[in-house]
């Protein structure tokens, strides 16, 4: 049975994400569960370790009691052994903000990359947020290139627009532009605000949005937002 996956829209560690990082800790299996934090996204400004340090605190002062963050930070240290085992022991993933077309080279293909993986389909939680969230997708825009980029495929016929009220709402038209007109039908928008994400803990995998703000759902010509407390598919 596979795990659940949480969708972040950024500022990720403050606020009012209590709500939704107590829930994913309560689906990965309760405070005793090891959490492990990836901060790969944040290496190329150098800030990996201050982000990473970030996620640990937080994590703790949720209650969690086994909180790492590991040295995963490019390709060659994703394929690490030691590393690679620190994942398969896993219950709740975190893929921090940063450069999504860093943290996805890092990732895709990799044996962490598998690792995490293998550990979604036996239960775990793999949360991502801003950048982290993109990756999971099939699709992500690239906002240094303002390309649409394939991603590493978790959550199929989607692209989430982070910080939607500050930026990611302005990706919108880009998208639409960029991506295939036989795709966009199926293809789902996903603008998360900041301090809010989504969970798929509904019945029959239908998302939930916890925290602050709104997620809003856009597929071709339909815009739906939601609040906190409310459900949509994206099947």
């Not at 301090?195 to 803990?201: P, R, S, V």
Request: charged share 20%; hydrophobic share 40%.
């Amino acid at each position: 049975m596979s795990g659940y996956i949480l969708l972040a829209g950024g500022a990720e560690f403050g606020g009012r994400m209590a709500s939704p990082d107590q829930r994913a800790i309560y689906l990965a299996g309760g405070s005793g569960v090891p959490v492990r934090i990836i901060p790969a996204a944040a290496a190329p400004d150098n800030n990996h370790i201050l982000a990473g340090d970030n996620g640990l605190r937080w994590f703790k002062g949720l209650g969690a009691k086994d909180v790492t963050s590991l040295e995963l930070v490019d390709r060659a240290s994703a394929d690490r052994e030691d590393i690679v085992a620190e994942l398969r022991n896993a219950r709740l993933f975190y893929l921090l903000g940063g450069s999504p077309t860093h943290l996805y080279s890092s990732l895709a293909g990799s044996r962490g990359w598998q690792a995490v993986l293998d550990a979604h389909q036996e239960g775990a939680v793999i949360a991502g947020s801003s950048a982290g969230a993109m990756v999971l997708c099939s699709h992500f825009f690239d906002p240094y290139t303002r390309e649409v980029m394939e991603g590493l495929n978790l959550v199929p016929n989607a692209c989430v627009l982070p910080h939607y009220t500050s930026f990611g709402r302005h990706w919108v038209k880009r998208l639409q532009a960029t991506l295939p007109q036989t795709m966009l039908p199926q293809i789902a928008l996903i603008g998360i605000e900041e301090q809010t994400a989504a969970i798929n803990d509904g019945e029959q995998g239908r998302w939930t949005v916890y925290g602050k703000g709104h997620v809003t759902l856009i597929r071709g010509d339909t815009i739906r937002v939601y609040a906190r407390g409310e459900g949509f598919e994206l099947v």
